[in-house]
């Protein structure tokens, strides 16, 4: 589990377009991670308080999100401000979603679950980023650490090279190997399940490194899934 005040990635930021939706998990923990039409982006608790609806099924219009459901509408406050079934109501300010911080950088969306949010704590790779992938893994933020730190990748012009690895902050690592530089923030999904966002940072323009870059995510995929999960210790009184 994440540290409450951390900064935690949700979704690649070219993925949630503006005027679309997606759903996110943090610990199990259910968000909507959306964009309104001006191309701000918004994360939410996933649940509309009338029926419960998740919010990420629903459709945007303007600056404003609606449940499928009902079609009860929201603002980019969290606050509903229409109810179809009652047109002339005055909606009440009870009547609101929890709304998280939404940040991006470096081609990454993020969001921190405290109220106190400082965004000096989001970490940056300090450069231009190409949008890679986002990988789901069925293994442990452990073990995706002990894997990164160990990677090596591939360089324009020649065989993988051992990368340099550095931690940017818990769950965020900046890999370097020649002029190879990649980004890759970590998501804990749910327990034994991450997502990794992978960024590749100031990339030539016309190169292939992207494609190999992309390839060599999809390994990496497999090699971590690969490894077995640790035992667990069984306590006894």
């Known amino acids: 589990m994440m540290p409450e005040r951390a900064w935690i990635p949700v979704a690649l930021s070219h993925v949630i377009e503006a005027g679309t939706s997606a759903g996110a998990l943090i610990d199990g923990a259910e968000l909507v991670v959306w964009r309104d039409r001006k191309g701000t982006a918004h994360i939410w608790e996933d ?3 009338h029926r419960g609806m998740r919010m990420s099924f629903g459709f945007v219009r303007g600056d404003h999100i609606a449940c499928l459901y009902h079609g009860w509408q929201y603002d980019a406050a969290g606050q509903c401000r229409h109810i179809p079934a009652h047109p002339d109501l005055e909606v009440p300010a009870t009547i609101r979603i929890a709304t998280y911080a939404a940040e991006e950088r470096n081609g990454i969306i993020w969001t921190c679950l405290a109220e106190d949010a400082d965004i000096a704590g989001i970490p940056d ?7 890679v992938r986002s990988l789901y893994v069925d293994c442990s ?12 990748l591939p360089v324009e012009g020649g065989p993988d090279e051992p990368a340099a690895v550095a931690e940017l902050l818990p769950g965020s690592w900046l890999l370097c190997a020649g002029a190879t530089r990649i980004m ?7 327990r034994g399940k991450i997502a990794l966002h992978i960024v590749l940072i100031d ?30 210790t069984p306590e006894y009184a």
């Open 141 to 152: 933020m452990e073990t995706a650490a002990a894997a990164l730190a160990r990677a090596s």
């Open 47 to 49: 649940r509309c308080p």
């Open 203 to 232: 990339a030539r323009g016309g190169s292939a490194l992207p494609k190999a870059v992309a390839r060599w995510a999809a390994a990496l995929r497999l090699r971590l899934e690969a490894i077995p999960a640790p035992i667990a």
């Open 184 to 190: 890759i923030a970590a998501q804990p999904v749910n």
């Open 125 to 131: 790779a300090a450069g231009t980023a190409t949008p």
